[in-house]
């Protein structure tokens, strides 16, 4: 790697928009930024009317799901996963479909501005071998289920595959590993505390999925007495290094348990919308205490891991609901896709771009048709941008966009496969 500077009309450093600057590159780390440069010391990028961001980190994905997107629209979670996707993947998942379905996800991510997923799946060694391969960053979970799949036949085995999962990318400087029991519908307490002890034992991170629709809580309810997040703060999973995907059926005692207790929220709004599963209750959230961030969950559900979208979405729902269009402003929702993302996640020098972070970001334009005229680049990332205005994507110092070309993936490639496996998940 080399020295770069490349100069732009935005770059948003320290947390604050500056203008016709160069940011400053190092190999893999930000330098800085500067008015001029030295002659020579520098290989010179000039994006001319573009901005560098921090690039999105999306907290709750299944990335290998992008093959069964399409697949069944148009009904509730439950019918959906049931009778729908799961058994699609008890027929396809193996190692090399995941592989696949994963690097048709990375091409997406990357051509949209993320650098970074935070992904619950099985046969999850091929999901960061593919992240690693195009260059992205990613955690990678490990699911646990009470039943067995094509992954493991009970908890202890789970719980092995993800010890060889850590083994596999012991200090990978861009693949993290979690450990994601799937729900408190499809994982008993027993199993929630098997997997504290493994993520305290291993000091990795814990991802599940928490009161994401009405079925769920009542369902919880009647199993065990008490609602889900009643059921976790009883385990002691709110004492955990643990990030929860939805939250959206709590109560306001449980809004204050969860604020109290610092909880990481990753906030997957349409999603929720197509299933009609309910609104997170976002602002109530934030005010208590909580860390919310944004996710596109599994673009089966979604249809897309389209970060731009997902904050426009989330931004204006919340304002609708609360009947306030002040809330959730632009700076605060895109803050929700970077550093608040980062902090849920303890990705260490991510998420903003400041001296000693890694350099990873995005270069957006903004002499593009929708993008004219500019008043606040920011707003404009949340209500205007589209991934087709992201030209150029670094991670870790390395570029896998360049002029809205990929540098490390072979599209064409990724195209024939995934219409190679439509036609399998069909026959």
């Not at 979405?313 to 970077?338: C, D, H, R, W, Y």
């Not at 390395?398 to 024939?416: A, N, P, S």
Request: net charge negative; glycine share 6%.
């Amino acid at each position: 790697m080399k020295k770069l500077a490349i100069k732009a009309k935005y770059i948003f450093y320290n947390n604050k928009i500056h203008t016709d600057k160069f940011l400053l590159i190092n190999n893999n780390l930000i330098e800085g930024i500067s008015n001029q440069l030295t002659d020579g010391e520098y290989e010179v990028l000039d994006k001319g009317n573009s901005g560098i961001f921090p690039a999105f980190i999306n907290t709750h994905t299944h990335l290998p799901m992008s093959y069964f997107r399409g697949l069944a629209d148009d009904l509730p979670l439950k019918s959906w996963l049931e009778e729908h996707i799961w058994p699609a993947e008890s027929k396809m998942l193996n190692e090399e479909f995941v592989y696949d379905a994963t690097t048709l996800a990375a091409a997406e991510m990357i051509r949209s501005g993320t650098i970074c997923a935070n992904d619950m799946y099985f046969f999850s060694k091929y999901i960061g071998k593919a992240l690693k391969d195009v260059g992205l960053r990613g955690v990678v979970g490990g699911g646990v289920l009470d039943f067995p799949t094509k992954f493991a036949k009970n908890s202890d085995e789970y719980l092995r595959r993800i010890e060889e999962l850590i083994e596999e990318f012991e200090n990978d400087e861009l693949i993290k590993i979690s450990i994601c029991p799937h729900a408190a519908y499809t994982v008993n307490p027993d199993n929630y505390k098997k997997c504290i002890d493994f993520a305290n034992k291993y000091n990795i991170q814990i991802h599940t999925h928490l009161a994401e629709t009405e079925w769920e809580v009542n369902e919880i309810s009647n199993r065990y007495g008490k609602t889900p997040v009643r059921l976790f703060d009883e385990i002691g999973l709110f004492d955990t290094n643990t990030i929860f995907a939805h939250v959206i059926w709590v109560d306001d005692e449980e809004i204050e348990i969860l604020g109290r207790k610092k909880a990481n929220i990753a906030a997957c709004v349409k999603s929720n919308l197509k299933l009609a599963s309910g609104f997170i209750k976002a602002q109530k959230l934030q005010e208590a205490g909580a860390n919310i961030t944004i996710a596109t969950d599994g673009n089966a559900s979604n249809n897309s891991l389209n970060m731009f979208e997902e904050m426009s979405t989330f931004a204006k729902t919340q304002k609708g609901l609360n009947l306030n269009p002040t809330i959730m402003n632009a700076e605060n929702v895109f803050n929700m896709s970077t550093k608040n993302a980062a902090k849920a996640l303890n990705l260490s020098k991510c998420g903003e771009l400041k001296k000693g972070n890694f350099a990873d970001f995005m270069i957006v334009s903004f002499d593009d048709i929708n993008m004219l005229p500019v008043y606040n680049p920011i707003s404009h990332l949340v209500y205007t941008a589209e991934p087709s205005n992201v030209t150029d994507v670094f991670v870790n110092g390395q570029c896998l966009l360049k002029d809205r070309k990929f540098t490390t993936i072979d599209i064409e490639q990724v195209k024939e496969k995934a219409k190679y496996w439509s036609k399998k998940i069909r026959s």
